[in-house]
């Protein structure tokens, strides 16, 4: 295994380059902290097209502007923080680096409308998660099927569309009356990307408040949950129309205290990996005809599946499974760096709101999730909204009814870079202080 991921790298030009040269960026990033050097663009950038972290502005982002005037939206899912790993000098290996040479398997890759289930997936990349699987402990791989799509979001979407068009046929045949769509529901407070997901399949349709127990019913079971970081069990009692969203289930976010062996289990690049825009997600699947009519929902979107997506996603693990396997216990120092990251921030909130009147975290600091699930007291909100109680600092959150909740609770994102996560530390400290 080792071997064949040692003469990919070579044959694929994919070396793990040192962070200088290794496509152009800077050993010294002239536009730390406050922005990330753009190789392609040769400018300094921050998230979603801004030239700068949030609340950092001017040349090489160099100014650092005041904390509490300036705005800082905490509203999407953006895993930034897990590129620090790269830039800020953790890593004991270099950078993941992939440059694909332009002869490198320009075709299809030829798996498309095939009902080998096994071929839908580049062989060293499939070796490289059941090799991550195995290590961290978090999900059984031996009898499943793995079917990749463009994040979790169409590997959810794939799963939906199977299992309802199964649930209306199975239906149909047995001369009963059948509703026109399949219910999906996720327990609340639940993450709002569902409802998009549901929404855009043709047999299915978002039901916040679908009966659990009628066999019309698919719930999808974030584990686990974001928003609130809770670990629930399914309230559908059938496990065929359960899919487990594990895409935080990593030690990163919550404790792994079960390997677990759930017919459908949902992954995802984007919060293991820090690699949200590559867009790469991978579910693990018990039932081989599951398997095949995924796959062929996500050949009939895309045709096959990018071998550039895959090699970048390969190329990542490749590092940080060298890096564990060079520990004793297998420790991946790339999820010790997250776990640190993320509980820290999680362990400053909850040590800041034990004494800051009218708000307090909900989160279990064993069991955080990605995001601050905040709640407000009725005494300290002017119409019943905890968000708006943040905006007097200039901090945006998500309001709770985005996720089926009441807007006493807000999310924030604790996914955010360092500089943007110590302003939001900061502006915090002061509503405290405010409130009290
Ligand atoms: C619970 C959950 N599932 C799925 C997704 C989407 O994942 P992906 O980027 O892999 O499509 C997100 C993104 O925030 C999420 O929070």
């Known amino acids: 295994m080792k071997l064949l ?6 044959l694929l030009g994919a070396a793990q380059c040192s962070g200088e040269g290794c496509g152009g960026y800077p050993s010294n990033d002239p536009c730390l902290p406050g922005g990330v050097w753009d190789t392609v663009l040769k400018r300094c950038t921050g998230i979603d097209s801004q030239p700068c972290y949030q609340c950092y502005s001017g040349d090489y982002c160099k100014t650092k502007e005041d904390p509490l005037q300036c705005k800082l939206a905490s509203v999407g899912g953006n895993p930034v923080y897990l590129s620090e790993y790269w830039t800020g000098g953790h890593s004991t290996e270099a950078e993941p680096c992939t440059q694909t040479p332009g002869h490198y398997r320009p075709a299809y890759q030829g798996n498309h409308y095939s009902t080998k289930v096994e071929e839908n997936i580049f062989p060293p990349l499939k070796e490289a998660i059941l090799q991550l699987h195995k290590l961290t402990g978090n999900a059984e791989t031996e009898g499943y099927f793995m079917v990749t799509g463009m994040g979790a979001t169409m590997v959810i979407h794939s799963a939906l569309a199977v299992i309802s068009k199964r649930i209306l046929q199975e239906c149909s045949s047995s001369l009963e009356v059948c509703p026109t769509a399949v219910d999906v529901f996720a327990q609340a407070p639940y993450y709002p990307g569902y409802i998009f997901i549901s929404s855009n399949c043709p047999n ?25 970081g809770v670990k629930r069990n399914p ?19 919550t404790e792994i205290n079960a390997k677990l062996d759930h017919p459908l289990m949902v992954f995802s690049s984007s919060k293991h990996g820090g690699l949200a ?7 693990l699947v018990k039932d081989k005809d599951l398997a095949v009519g995924m796959l062929q929902v996500v050949d009939g979107i895309m045709l096959d599946f990018s071998i550039d997506v895959q090699l970048r996603v390969l190329n990542g693990l490749q590092v ?44 279990q600091l064993s069991s955080t999730g990605g995001y601050a699930w905040i709640m407000c007291s009725a005494g300290i909100m002017a119409n019943g909204s905890c968000e708006q109680v943040l905006e007097r600092v200039n901090l945006y959150g998500i309001e709770g009814s985005v996720f089926g909740a009441m807007d006493n609770y807000v999310r924030l994102s604790m996914l955010l870079p360092t500089v943007e996560f110590d302003t939001l530390f900061l502006k915090l400290k002061y509503l405290c202080s405010m409130l009290g």
């Not at 916040?208 to 066999?215: F, G, H, K």
């Not at 059938?238 to 935080?248: I, K, L, Q």
């Not at 060079?326 to 709101?353: A, W």
Request: charged share 15%.
């Open 5 to 10: 991921l040692v003469v990919l790298s070579l």
């Open 204 to 228: 299915t349709r978002w039901n916040a408040s679908a009966d659990p127990n009628s066999p019309f019913t698919i719930e999808i079971l974030t584990y686990p949950d974001n928003p609130s």
């Open 235 to 253: 309230l559908v009692m059938d496990p065929s129309r359960v899919v487990m969203d594990m895409v935080y289930y990593w030690p990163m976010y």
């Open 277 to 283: 825009g590559t867009r790469f997600g991978w579910g």
């Open 320 to 363: 940080v499974l060298e890096e564990a396997n060079k520990t004793q216990t297998h420790n991946f120092p790339f999820h010790e760096f997250g776990h640190e990251v993320i509980s820290s921030r999680f362990k400053g909130v909850s040590d800041l709101f034990s004494s800051c009147p009218g708000l307090s975290l909900t989160n």
